[in-house]
């Protein structure tokens, strides 16, 4: 089936730090999603792509739909202490599924 | 406008006793989703409601009933809990199957 590729599990970074995370795929996606979950609580949308190519920013946010449709990045600006918590890529395939990655957990030092 | 809302937050069951999850989501959305959220596993899809009227099996669906009550409610069940059935549960909803996916508080639910 298909499958979404985070690595690291988890990521340690210093406040103000920049961090970039991404997430890879052997099939083609047609959308491609992240999400933000804290915890005890349920995954938070923050960025939706859908066409290749497309890049959009929330915030200090920037993600960027892959040209081969098999990859995204999630970019960080200035981290700061909210920003710990796990983050998830997700994707619809052709079959129009969503597909989640195991996620990274990140760190922030102060 | 609460998006996705999900009752209970919390449950404990003893093996072989019944319960239904409720979900219910404002947003007007046709489609809706069960997930469970296990350690290392991810987020797994149980069942999902298409559109009002209609239900599909996910990947774990065994052990679990769903029924699409109304364009805004879809709920959970479990005939009789098992220890495996331990998790937390989300309820999702989106506009349609290809649209991004919203996401309700969750339940975190122990079988004893």
């Known amino acids: 089936g298909q499958q979404l590729n985070q690595s690291p599990q988890s990521m340690f970074i210093q406040e103000g730090e920049d961090v970039s995370m991404n997430c890879t795929s052997s099939?083609?996606?047609?959308?491609w999603l992240w999400y933000k979950q804290d915890p005890g609580e349920g995954p938070v949308l923050l960025i939706a792509?859908?066409?290749?190519?497309e890049l959009t920013s929330n915030g200090r946010l920037t993600a960027q739909f892959g040209i081969t449709r098999k990859d995204s990045f999630l970019n960080i600006s200035a981290s700061i202490p909210s920003d710990v918590g796990i983050y998830f890529c997700a994707g619809h395939g052709a079959n129009s599924k969503l597909t989640f990655g195991k996620g990274i957990t990140l760190s922030v030092r102060p | 406008n609460a998006g996705v809302t999900q009752t209970p937050k919390f449950q404990v069951l003893k093996t072989g006793q019944s319960m239904t999850l409720q979900c219910a989501q404002d947003m007007n959305h046709n489609s809706m989703y069960w997930y469970r959220q296990d350690p290392g596993m991810g987020l797994r899809l149980i069942y999902y409601?298409?559109?009002?009227?209609?239900?599909d099996k996910g990947e774990v669906p065994n052990g679990y009933n769903v029924s699409r009550l109304n364009k805004r409610e879809f709920s959970l069940r479990l005939e009789s809990a098992a220890p495996s059935q331990t998790s937390v549960y989300f309820c999702?909803?989106?506009?349609?199957?290809?649209?991004?996916?919203?996401f309700g508080p969750g339940t975190r639910l122990t079988v004893t």
């Open positions: 099939s083609i996606f047609n959308t």
């Open positions: 792509l859908y066409k290749a190519g």
């Open positions: 409601s298409a559109s009002e009227g209609t239900t």
């Open positions: 999702a909803s989106s506009a349609s199957p290809s649209y991004e996916q919203y």
